[in-house]
């Protein structure tokens, strides 16, 4: 079971989280530095329902990343789209680490049309279109 749909178009990386791994953390590593050899990295994480919660230690890595994320992306965004009392501890995860590590390119999105509307304007629909395709939304 792949745990992460990663899609690049250019300096567009997007991925949705279905289990965050040392290894997926790796692979979106290589495609954030390979991106950003075209020009600044705009970095999209989508985690919903199905997404599970990472251990700590991935957590930890994860935090860790940030700042690497941040030197190679001009925006990191993290879209959550998902309900219940799990999805709420992911959330207030989340937006613990950002608060933390958080700096002005880094934001938290309900749905990604809002993140790609503000992030991307004028790619938003190529990068909708694009994600349908290869199965990161429906």
Same mark, same amino acid.
């Given at each position: 079971? @792949?745990? &992460?749909?990663?899609?690049?178009?250019?300096?567009? +990386?997007?991925?949705?989280?279905?289990?965050?791994?040392? $290894? =997926?953390?790796?692979? +979106? $590593? +290589?495609?954030? /530095?390979?991106?950003? @050899?075209?020009?600044? %990295?705009?970095? +999209?994480?989508?985690?919903?329902?199905?997404? #599970?919660?990472?251990?700590?230690?991935?957590?930890?890595?994860?935090?860790?990343?940030?700042?690497?994320? @941040?030197?190679?992306?001009?925006?990191?965004?993290? %879209?959550? $789209?998902?309900?219940?009392?799990?999805?709420?501890?992911?959330?207030?995860?989340?937006?613990?680490?950002?608060?933390?590590? =958080? #700096?002005?390119?880094? /934001?938290?999105?309900?749905?990604?049309? &809002?993140?790609?509307? &503000?992030?991307?304007? *004028?790619?938003? *629909?190529?990068?909708?279109?694009? @994600?349908?395709?290869?199965?990161?939304? $429906?």
């Amino acid at each position: 079971m @792949a745990t &992460e749909i990663l899609v690049t178009a250019g300096t567009l +990386v997007m991925v949705r989280w279905l289990e965050i791994t040392f $290894d =997926g953390l790796a692979r +979106v $590593d +290589v495609a954030v /530095k390979a991106a950003s @050899a075209l020009g600044p %990295v705009t970095y +999209v994480g989508l985690v919903g329902n199905a997404s #599970t919660m990472p251990s700590d230690d991935v957590r930890k890595r994860l935090t860790a990343g940030l700042d690497a994320m @941040a030197e190679h992306c001009k925006t990191v965004s993290l %879209v959550l $789209d998902g309900t219940g009392l799990k999805f709420s501890a992911m959330r207030s995860a989340a937006a613990a680490v950002f608060l933390v590590k =958080g #700096t002005r390119q880094m /934001k938290m999105y309900a749905s990604l049309d &809002e993140c790609l509307r &503000e992030r991307l304007p *004028e790619r938003r *629909e190529a990068a909708l279109v694009k @994600a349908r395709s290869l199965g990161v939304i $429906d």
